[in-house]
């Protein structure tokens, strides 16, 4: 595999930028995280072509980053190409009752825009941070609703075929997955919303947004929850009851307010999360024979 000659022509040959050994704790919100080899910003779905092919011909392996809110990086970072979607990605415009959104557009400024033209149906989604291509890639929202429910399609690039439009039925949507990035990058969307009284929109919104404060501990350094919650229960009440709320390793803790959340509180490592989140599978395992399900996905290798 040779990184240095993928970067040498990528540099050149796309308009996005690209660097090495990007330190990843910049680009996620745990604020933890190694470098990763290779860094590239693609601006235009050119350029994702490109890149995509010469690291296929590289044989460098890579993945696709939004925003970093859902993940936690290896201390020792990853050995590969980190993609991330610019300038093209990051507009999103109306069409009736329908908003067509870069993968890259930050969710909450596509939740705003849609109470703004008077759409609802993404009231869910206020509070949830990252991008809309992450959102996606993840299937984000709530326990009762989630982004897919309000998808009409999904266009990704897939290497090999270029672009690919799924209609929404034809997305395998999920609990928390929905099988996109398995199948290529999602590079935009189109949300199907439904006009309503931007009244009833906002009080739906502001008691979303209410809740979330009074439930989560927004301002820590997070990745939000970091377990899946299993079937008729929730992790963080099983967390709860094991007694390991609070509980902490290094520079990570089990937040004091929701303990399915595990917060840096400053110089946390991905070694210290990865070790809370084997304490709390063991000692949930002991007590109830639950298996708890990461969240939170992981890239890099530790140790
Ligand atoms: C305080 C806090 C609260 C949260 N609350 C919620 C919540 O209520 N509900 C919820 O569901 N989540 C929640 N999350 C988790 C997270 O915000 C969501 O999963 C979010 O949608 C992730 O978006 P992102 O852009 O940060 O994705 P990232 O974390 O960057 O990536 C997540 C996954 O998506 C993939 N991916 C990202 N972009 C693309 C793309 N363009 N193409 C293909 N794959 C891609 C990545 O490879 C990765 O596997 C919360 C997180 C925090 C920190």
Redesign the pocket.
Known sequence: MSLATAYTYLARAISGTVCRNELMAKH??FHIGGPADLFIVCDTTADVAETLTALADEHVPY?????????LVADEGYRGAVIV?GKQFKKHIRDGDRLEAG??CI?AYVVQDAFAQGLGGLEFAV?????L??????????REQ?IGAATESVTLFVLGEGLLRLRATEVGWGY?TSG??ER????ESVLRLSPEDPDRIRAAMEANLAR?KGT?P?RAS????VFMNPVGDSAGRLIETVGLKGMRLGGARVSDVHAN?IVNDGGATAADVLGLVGKIQMAVKDRYGIDLRPEI?FLGESG
């Open positions: 996620t919100s993945t696709v980053v939004g925003k970093g809110t859902n993940l979607l993968a890259a969710l509070g949830i941070p990252g991008t291509g992450g959102a996606l890639a993840m299937n984000a929202g709530s989630w928390r996109l990035s290529g990058i999602i590079l979330r989560q927004l997070s990745a939000g929850s959340f996905r």
